[in-house]
């Protein structure tokens, strides 16, 4: 069964770059039909979706993020992970990471890993 | 347009029907998805391409999209149906992924 595993630090500072990473397992990332994905949710709010990553490298932004974010692929990890620069308190969320394919944004999710940006 | 528009509050009494809607330009063109969302979870897909229920969601959920509108139906809510639902599409220029702002459905 497929899981989805997001890490990283859970307290940023202003100003500083996040950096997660998703390890997927019980499947492969470099399934020709997939597309990785992060989306995330600011406490008491709706979901925002960052962007996705097919394991060819072909990456699709969030227009509103996409100066700030990258998202990139390890294949040889089973990993794709996310960077957002130029953080503020706006970008405090709960982060998913998620797989879908071209026309599903999502059919399997990580738990999700709380992110505050905070001094 | 690059939104989709949900109302944000809907109620249920149980054992009834009960329809959530999202409307937005990028529906006439493009497949519908919705999303379950229960406190402190994971969203949970329960509706793609418009009218499709992924494996094990119970048949008591069906969508439907004409024009502009897309709709989740649940067909006798139950208790454990409470939860946010989110609607979900590409826009446009089919790169980028919209979602709705979610209704938060409630079964008295």
């Known amino acids: 069964q497929l899981q989805l595993q997001e890490s990283g630090p859970g307290l940023v500072k202003p100003s500083e770059t996040l950096s997660l990473t998703c390890t997927v397992s019980?499947?492969?990332?470099?399934?020709?039909?997939?597309?990785w994905g992060w989306i995330r949710q600011p406490p008491g709010k709706g979901l925002e979706w960052i962007g996705s990553?097919?394991?060819?490298?072909?990456?699709y932004y969030n227009p509103s993020l996409k100066s700030r974010v990258t998202i990139s692929v390890d294949t040889s990890k089973n990993q794709f992970s996310l960077k957002v620069n130029s953080l503020t308190a706006a970008d405090t969320a709960v982060y998913f990471c998620?797989?879908?394919?071209?026309?599903?944004?999502?059919?399997?999710w990580g738990q999700g890993t709380l992110v505050t940006v905070s001094s | 347009s690059s939104e989709l528009t949900q109302d944000p509050g809907v109620s249920v009494a149980l054992g009834q029907t009960v329809r959530i809607t999202c409307q937005g330009d990028?529906?006439?063109?493009?497949?519908a998805s919705w999303y379950q969302q229960k406190p402190g979870q994971a969203p949970v897909l329960v509706i793609y391409?418009?009218?499709n229920r992924p494996s094990g969601i119970p048949d008591r959920f069906s969508g439907s999209s004409s024009r502009n509108t897309a709709s989740l139906t649940i067909t006798g809510a139950q208790a454990e149906d409470e939860a946010d639902y989110y609607c979900?599409?590409?826009?446009?220029?089919?790169?980028?992924?919209?979602f709705g702002g979610g209704t938060r459905l409630t079964v008295l």
């Open positions: 979900n599409s590409r826009d446009n220029s089919g790169y980028h992924w919209l």
């Open positions: 019980g499947g492969s990332i470099s399934s020709s039909s997939n597309y």
């Open positions: 391409d418009n009218n």
């Open positions: 990553i097919h394991y060819t490298g072909s990456a």
């Open positions: 990028s529906l006439r063109g493009n497949y």
């Open positions: 998620a797989r879908g394919e071209w026309m599903i944004l999502s059919d399997s």
